[in-house]
Structure formats: structure tokens, C-alpha cells
């Protein structure tokens, strides 16, 4: 019993020796440790693709010079997103912060790391940023703070595309991408009366941004002009406009007749017949064939290939109105081929413009490969379809064979067309801002892009790869002087490609 218990105290003696030993190290700790890390209350708001400061520094203040500091990722110690050591950043960090992260001031007052300002800048930031940051700091003392960066992501200008729905109202559809978190919807009516949104859609792309979809209904008494008011997180916002007059449905012609005349007593035959076909072709986005032709001709423009635009393999004829692969092209994977764009050499920074083009030669089946549109002057060669966005100054649509009709807008409209187009249509409405692409060979209207134009404004061809057919500018109709001559040099340059 005896020997129990002094065994007993034996241990218990060990113990405290140990708890006196851990004791005097807090103790030491203590005193030493004058120093600790700071941050800022709360979080850190950061945005996709610009770059943050996460504030963090020593108090008080002190040279930060010879310590180490480490910022990294909860349970990433090793493989920070910076390590400071010995005077000069190590190349320890992890491969998806290395270029992107540097030491910072956290104010325009801070001399950085000499005032123990130990801050960190990222650039180029991404969603994967977002989340939860450690600030280490060690020397004869260490201390630690977390530091919550929210990254957000501020999606594209709304496209807005409108649809007749019946006389009296017109179904605008909403569609942006890249936003993070999801953005809220509000729609407007040009009175700043709020519209009721039929439905709202979020999907989440593979980089993790969200894609929103909306539509309204909107009566062609109520409103003339429709806003798409897209909003993250209760501040920043985007819109869209459009115009919904411009796409009224049309079952009666003569009504507009009726109005037109009343309104413009003054207005001669042709001016009046013009305004007239103006209504049916343009506004209500559909094709009355013979009205369209006519006010078409009034339209046309004519439009010549600026051989500079392109490469010089380009097959381009000597009257610089058909285009085609060059020969032996040798295609880059499976995609559309967008270097073998070509722009007009006539440019545009107003008013409304008419342009065709042909897709078929002979008995030959038309074109599967082609795209056509419009570009802000200057921009040209593009490989990649990345840079050809309406942001970039481009805006077309793309036949791009099995794979269907598209546009470049943000995001793609796909259209299913069939039978393929033999001859395209292109109305731009510089002042309005909208390319309208109509099927003339069926009198259809296809598709109406609005955005808006700034600065010069070109024709925008590709005649694709892998067609037996050329892509041909036609028209204006030629002057009645020598219509010989000039079908004649078409045919000869044409025999040369077809
Ligand atoms: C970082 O920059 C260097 C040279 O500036 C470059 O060689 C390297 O590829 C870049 N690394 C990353 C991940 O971007
Ligand atoms: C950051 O973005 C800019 C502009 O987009 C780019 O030029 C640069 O290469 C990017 N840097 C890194 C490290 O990704
Ligand atoms: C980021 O900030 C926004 C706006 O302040 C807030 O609504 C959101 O909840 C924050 N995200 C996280 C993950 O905390
Ligand atoms: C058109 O559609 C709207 C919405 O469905 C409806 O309220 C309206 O009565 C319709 N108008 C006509 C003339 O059919
Ligand atoms: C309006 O158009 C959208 C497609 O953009 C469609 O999903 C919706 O059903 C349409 N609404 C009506 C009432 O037709
Ligand atoms: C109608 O008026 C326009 C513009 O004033 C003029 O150019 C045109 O020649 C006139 N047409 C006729 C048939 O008088």
C-alpha cells in the first residue's frame, strides 16, 4: 500500500514539473510576444478578372523585412500562394497563383513591409479565389489571421431579343452569361413602369458562372422601348434595351397605310411606297416579297471585298465581289475556320444599309461554311473564335455545316434553318443599332441582333472551308448603261473558282 502511494507521488511530482515547464514557455511566449497580425473586420470583395489587396499587417509596427511571411490556402501550408523568406519571395507557391501574387500595401500611406505591412495583391482573379485566406507571420514569434475574400462576377450586356406574339403583344426574351452569384432580373418598361418577368432561369456553366434567361410580355400600347435590368448582389448592374415597336407584328398592312398617309399628306408615291415597305420589311420583321424588293433596292449598297482585310491565299476575284478558301487549305482541327475572314471596304457610321449574299452557283448544292456579318472597322484577323464577341466589335451569323446556324452573340442564338439559305439578306440599322439577316430565296426574316454600334462599321464575309461554291456580294441591280460587261466579268472570274 505504502509503496502504491509514494509511486503515486512520484508521478503527480513529474506532472507538475511539466505543467511548470509548459507554464513558464506560455509565459516566455508572452512576454516576447508584443507583436500580432491584423486584418480588416469582415470580408474582402473581389471581381473576376481585376485584381484585390487582402490587407493584413504586424502590430505594432515593425519591419517586416527579415521575418517570413506565408499566405496561404486552408490546409495548403506547403504550397502557399506566397512565401516571403530570407529578404525575397520563394518559388514554393502553388502553380495557379504563381505571376498572379505579389506583396502590397494595404494603403497609398504604407511603406510596405518596412512598416510591417505584410499585405497580399492578386491579380487576374478568379471564382477559385474566392474563400478563405491565412496571413502567417513568424520570427521570434509567429501569429496568424484569416482574411474571407467574396468574389463576384459581373456577367455581359444582356441580349434582348424580341418575338410577336400576337397583335397587341410582343415577347421579349432577356439572356446574359458569366455572372457570379446569380444576378437578379428586373424589367422596365421606357415609362420606368416595372414589367412582370415570365420566368426566370439561372444555369451554371462548366467555369462555374452562371447564365440567366428571362422573358416578358409586353403590350405594344404600354411601352415602346423595353430594359433588361440585371443586378448583382443589390449594386452593380447591366442593361439591355430594346425597341419593341420596331418588331410589332403585322397582320394589317393597310391600317399602317391608313396611318402613314394621314401622318405624311406631303409625301410623294415613291417616298410614300418606301416608308410603307419600310413598316412591313424592317419593323415588323417579316417579308412581304414584293414591298421588300422594293424597299431593299432603295437600301443597297454596294459592297466590294477590301483584299487588304484578308489573307492573301484568300481566293478573292478581280472585281472584289466573290471570295472563297484558298487553295490546299490545310484546316486546324474541326472548328470553324475564322482566320479566312474578309471585310468590306465600305464603311458605315449611320443610317440604315442593304447588302445580299450568294450561296449557291448553278446546280451546286449551297453553302454549308460561311459567316456574314458586320465589324467595327479596323479589327481584323481573328484565329480564334474567343476574340470575334460583340464586345470585340463583331457581330455575324455562322453556318458552321453539321453543326447548325449561330450567332456570336452573348449569349449564342442557334437557329435551325432549312432548307439552307441560297442568298442572305443583311439590313444594318446603324442608328438603331440592329443587323437584321433575312433569307431572300424564302422572303423570311431570320434574325434581328441589336447592340449598339460605336465608330466605323464594315461588311464582315468568311467563305468557310471545304464548299465547291464561292461566297458572292450581289447587287445593287446594275445600271441599265452595260449590264453585259458586268455579268460577263462575274462569269469569268466565277469560272475560275467554281
Ligand atoms: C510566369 O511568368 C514567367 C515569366 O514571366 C513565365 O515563364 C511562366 O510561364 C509564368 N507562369 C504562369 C503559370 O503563368
Ligand atoms: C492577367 O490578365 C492580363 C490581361 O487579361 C494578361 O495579359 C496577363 O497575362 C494575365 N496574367 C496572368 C498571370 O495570367
Ligand atoms: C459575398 O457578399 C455578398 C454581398 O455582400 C453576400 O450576399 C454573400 O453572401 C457573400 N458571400 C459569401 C460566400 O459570404
Ligand atoms: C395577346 O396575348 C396576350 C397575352 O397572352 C393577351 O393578354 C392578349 O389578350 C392577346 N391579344 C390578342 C388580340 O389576342
Ligand atoms: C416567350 O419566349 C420564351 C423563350 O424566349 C418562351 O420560353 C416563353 O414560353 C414565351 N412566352 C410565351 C407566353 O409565349
Ligand atoms: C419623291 O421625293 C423624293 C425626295 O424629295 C425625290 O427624290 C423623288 O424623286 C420624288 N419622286 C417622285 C416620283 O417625284
Same mark, same amino acid.
Given at each position: 500500500?505504502?509503496?502504491?502511494?509514494?509511486?503515486?507521488?512520484? %508521478?503527480?511530482?513529474?506532472?507538475?514539473?511539466?505543467?511548470?515547464?509548459?507554464?513558464?514557455?506560455?509565459?516566455?511566449?508572452? %512576454?516576447?510576444?508584443?507583436?500580432?497580425?491584423?486584418?480588416?473586420?469582415?470580408?474582402?470583395?473581389?471581381?473576376?478578372?481585376?485584381?484585390?489587396?487582402?490587407?493584413?499587417?504586424?502590430?505594432?509596427?515593425?519591419?517586416?523585412?527579415?521575418?517570413?511571411?506565408?499566405?496561404?490556402?486552408?490546409?495548403?501550408?506547403?504550397?502557399?500562394?506566397?512565401?516571403?523568406?530570407?529578404?525575397?519571395?520563394?518559388?514554393?507557391?502553388?502553380?495557379?497563383?504563381?505571376?498572379?501574387?505579389?506583396?502590397?500595401?494595404?494603403?497609398?500611406?504604407?511603406?510596405?513591409?518596412?512598416?510591417?505591412?505584410?499585405?497580399?495583391?492578386?491579380?487576374?482573379?478568379?471564382?477559385?479565389?474566392?474563400?478563405?485566406?491565412?496571413?502567417?507571420?513568424?520570427?521570434?514569434?509567429?501569429?496568424?489571421?484569416?482574411?474571407?475574400?467574396?468574389?463576384?462576377?459581373?456577367?455581359?450586356?444582356?441580349?434582348?431579343?424580341?418575338?410577336?406574339?400576337?397583335?397587341?403583344?410582343?415577347?421579349?426574351?432577356?439572356?446574359?452569361?458569366?455572372?457570379?452569384?446569380?444576378?437578379?432580373?428586373?424589367?422596365?418598361?421606357?415609362?420606368?413602369?416595372?414589367?412582370?418577368?415570365?420566368?426566370?432561369?439561372?444555369?451554371?456553366?462548366?467555369?462555374?458562372?452562371?447564365?440567366?434567361?428571362?422573358? !416578358?410580355?409586353?403590350?405594344?400600347?404600354?411601352?415602346?422601348?423595353?430594359?433588361?435590368?440585371? !443586378?448583382?448582389?443589390?449594386?452593380?448592374?447591366?442593361?439591355?434595351?430594346?425597341?419593341?415597336?420596331?418588331?410589332?407584328?403585322?397582320?394589317?398592312?393597310?391600317?399602317? /397605310?391608313?396611318?402613314?398617309?394621314?401622318?405624311?399628306?406631303?409625301?410623294?408615291?415613291?417616298?410614300?411606297?418606301?416608308?410603307?415597305?419600310?413598316?412591313?420589311?424592317?419593323?415588323?420583321?417579316?417579308?412581304?416579297?414584293?414591298?421588300?424588293?422594293?424597299?431593299?433596292?432603295?437600301?443597297?449598297?454596294?459592297?466590294?471585298?477590301?483584299?487588304?482585310?484578308?489573307?492573301?491565299?484568300?481566293?478573292?476575284?478581280?472585281?472584289?465581289?466573290?471570295?472563297?478558301?484558298?487553295?490546299?487549305?490545310?484546316?486546324?482541327?474541326?472548328?470553324?475556320?475564322?482566320?479566312?475572314?474578309?471585310?468590306?471596304?465600305?464603311?458605315? !457610321?449611320?443610317?440604315?444599309?442593304?447588302?445580299?449574299?450568294?450561296?449557291?452557283?448553278?446546280?451546286?448544292?449551297?453553302?454549308?461554311?460561311?459567316?456574314?456579318?458586320?465589324?467595327?472597322?479596323?479589327?481584323?484577323?481573328?484565329?480564334?473564335? /474567343?476574340?470575334? !464577341?460583340?464586345?470585340?466589335?463583331?457581330?455575324?451569323?455562322?453556318?458552321?455545316?453539321?453543326?447548325?446556324?449561330?450567332?456570336?452573340?452573348?449569349?449564342?442564338?442557334?437557329?435551325?434553318?432549312?432548307?439552307?439559305?441560297?442568298?442572305?439578306?443583311?439590313?444594318?440599322?446603324?442608328?438603331?443599332?440592329?443587323?437584321?439577316?433575312?433569307?431572300? /430565296?424564302?422572303?423570311?426574316?431570320?434574325?434581328?441582333?441589336?447592340?449598339?454600334?460605336?465608330?466605323?462599321?464594315?461588311?464582315?464575309?468568311?467563305?468557310?472551308?471545304?464548299?465547291?461554291?464561292?461566297?458572292?456580294?450581289?447587287?445593287?441591280?446594275?445600271?441599265?448603261?452595260?449590264?453585259?460587261?458586268?455579268?460577263?466579268?462575274?462569269?469569268?472570274?466565277?469560272?475560275?473558282?467554281?
Amino acid at each position: 500500500m505504502s509503496e502504491d502511494f509514494s509511486s503515486r507521488g512520484q %508521478s503527480s511530482c513529474v506532472c507538475k514539473m511539466l505543467l511548470l515547464a509548459v507554464f513558464s514557455l506560455i509565459l516566455v511566449e508572452a %512576454s516576447d510576444s508584443k507583436h500580432v497580425v491584423e486584418v480588416l473586420p469582415g470580408q474582402i470583395v473581389g471581381r473576376v478578372g481585376l485584381t484585390v489587396t487582402l490587407p493584413c499587417w504586424i502590430s505594432p509596427q515593425t519591419d517586416a523585412g527579415t521575418l517570413e511571411i506565408r499566405w496561404y490556402r486552408p490546409e495548403r501550408f506547403n504550397t502557399p500562394v506566397l512565401f516571403y523568406q530570407e529578404g525575397k519571395i520563394q518559388e514554393v507557391q502553388e502553380e495557379e497563383y504563381r505571376n498572379r501574387s505579389s506583396l502590397s500595401r494595404r494603403s497609398a500611406l504604407s511603406n510596405g513591409l518596412k512598416d510591417g505591412d505584410v499585405s497580399l495583391r492578386l491579380d487576374n482573379l478568379t471564382l477559385q479565389d474566392g474563400g478563405v485566406f491565412y496571413c502567417y507571420v513568424s520570427g521570434d514569434w509567429y501569429d496568424s489571421q484569416a482574411v474571407t475574400l467574396n468574389i463576384s462576377a459581373l456577367g455581359r450586356t444582356p441580349v434582348l431579343s424580341p418575338q410577336p406574339l400576337n397583335d397587341t403583344h410582343v415577347n421579349v426574351s432577356c439572356r446574359s452569361s458569366g455572372w457570379f452569384p446569380e444576378p437578379s432580373v428586373m424589367w422596365m418598361s421606357d415609362r420606368r413602369r416595372l414589367l412582370s418577368a415570365g420566368r426566370v432561369s439561372h444555369s451554371r456553366g462548366a467555369d462555374g458562372t452562371f447564365s440567366v434567361h428571362s422573358w !416578358t410580355l409586353v403590350s405594344l400600347s404600354e411601352a415602346s422601348q423595353v430594359f433588361c435590368l440585371l !443586378t448583382l448582389n443589390s449594386v452593380e448592374e447591366r442593361e439591355g434595351a430594346v425597341d419593341v415597336q420596331a418588331f410589332r407584328p403585322s397582320p394589317s398592312v393597310h391600317d399602317e /397605310t391608313i396611318e402613314l398617309l394621314r401622318n405624311n399628306a406631303g409625301m410623294n408615291g415613291s417616298q410614300l411606297l418606301y416608308s410603307m415597305c419600310l413598316i412591313v420589311c424592317v419593323y415588323k420583321s417579316q417579308v412581304i416579297e414584293k414591298c421588300c424588293e422594293f424597299m431593299f433596292m432603295f437600301l443597297t449598297v454596294v459592297i466590294t471585298l477590301d483584299r487588304e482585310s484578308a489573307r492573301p491565299d484568300l481566293r478573292i476575284t478581280q472585281d472584289l465581289k466573290r471570295v472563297r478558301d484558298p487553295k490546299d487549305y490545310q484546316r486546324r482541327g474541326d472548328g470553324f475556320p475564322y482566320e479566312l475572314c474578309v471585310c468590306g471596304a465600305e464603311t458605315f !457610321t449611320s443610317g440604315r444599309h442593304y447588302w445580299e449574299v450568294e450561296l449557291v452557283y448553278n446546280n451546286l448544292d449551297p453553302k454549308s461554311f460561311w459567316l456574314i456579318g458586320v465589324a467595327v472597322k479596323g479589327n481584323y484577323q481573328s484565329a480564334d473564335k /474567343t476574340g470575334l !464577341t460583340a464586345s470585340a466589335g463583331f457581330w455575324f451569323l455562322c453556318s458552321d455545316g453539321p453543326k447548325g446556324f449561330y450567332t456570336n452573340t452573348e449569349p449564342t442564338i442557334i437557329l435551325s434553318l432549312s432548307p439552307r439559305p441560297q442568298c442572305v439578306g443583311v439590313l444594318l440599322d446603324y442608328d438603331s443599332g440592329q443587323l437584321s439577316f433575312y433569307d431572300v /430565296t424564302e422572303s423570311k426574316h431570320l434574325l434581328t441582333i441589336s447592340t449598339r454600334f460605336s465608330g466605323p462599321v464594315v461588311p464582315l464575309f468568311n467563305p468557310g472551308v471545304g464548299d465547291e461554291c464561292s461566297l458572292t456580294i450581289v447587287g445593287p441591280p446594275e445600271p441599265k448603261e452595260s449590264p453585259e460587261e458586268s455579268t460577263q466579268t462575274l462569269l469569268q472570274n466565277s469560272q475560275n473558282l467554281v
